[in-house]
T-cell receptor, first 112, second 119 residues
């Protein structure tokens, strides 16, 4: 059974800092891993999806990596801005299964 | 292209009442799913469907029913509401193809959520 963990639960940084959010998963038979952003009271917005055959994906200031052997994924945010303040969730899907298993998220606050 | 549309956005029920949360998508996605989100517990899968006429249970299916008569719609029914079903419910959908065939495959798209309170 796949389990996904995100540590820390909350993170506060000053504007302009580069930061890394962590996601750990227990089962290396992962098919893909997806990073989402959730603003308070809103739905989830997909940021990046990494297939198991890929090591990383990039979109603008965001870069996500996937290391199946260590059971880790990271989301790197460059030059953080107050608008990046949100909860970031990762979710993994195992090979042969349809469902995504979510972590509980990291709440990010970027201060001006 | 509206994406994933959920109704209602807010609902208050009394214990024992029944209701249906509606979910519709206009992206021709084969896969549709319902999650509930509770503080400290993350998102948990209730039910999912890989196509019209096909549904399956997720992690927390008890007390909920689903059906998939069309590709576009995936309603979630609460049979007899209980306070433990107070939560925020999200519908999500995606294509089921391979990324090699469709670059958007596997990307899960969420609705805005439905906040349900059971008194």
């Amino acid at each position: 059974k796949q389990e996904v963990t995100q540590i820390p639960a909350a993170l506060s940084v000053p504007e302009g800092e580069n930061l890394v959010l962590n996601c750990s998963f227990t089962d290396s038979a992962i098919y893909n891993l997806q990073w989402f952003r959730q603003d308070p009271g809103k739905g989830l917005t997909s940021l990046l999806l990494i297939q198991s055959s890929q090591r990383e994906q990039t979109s603008g200031r965001l870069n996500a990596s996937l290391d199946k052997s260590s059971g880790r994924s990271t989301l790197y945010i460059a030059a953080s801005q107050p608008g990046d303040s949100a909860t970031y969730l990762c979710a993994g899907r195992n090979t042969g299964f349809q469902k995504l298993v979510f972590g509980t998220g990291t709440r990010l606050l970027v201060s001006p | 292209n509206a994406g994933v549309t959920q109704t209602p956005k807010f609902q208050v029920l009394k214990t024992g009442q029944s209701m249906t949360l509606q979910c519709a998508q206009d992206m021709n996605h084969e896969y549709m799913s319902w999650y509930r989100q509770d503080p400290g517990m993350g998102l948990r899968l209730i039910h999912y469907s890989v196509g019209a006429g096909i549904t399956d249970q997720g992690e927390v299916p008890n007390g909920y029913n689903v059906s998939r008569s069309t590709t576009e719609d995936f309603p979630l029914r609460l049979l007899s509401a209980a306070p433990s079903q107070t939560s925020v419910y999200f519908c999500a959908s995606r294509l089921t193809g391979t990324p090699e065939r469709d670059s958007g495959a596997n990307v899960l798209t969420f609705g805005a959520g439905s906040r349900l309170t059971v008194l």
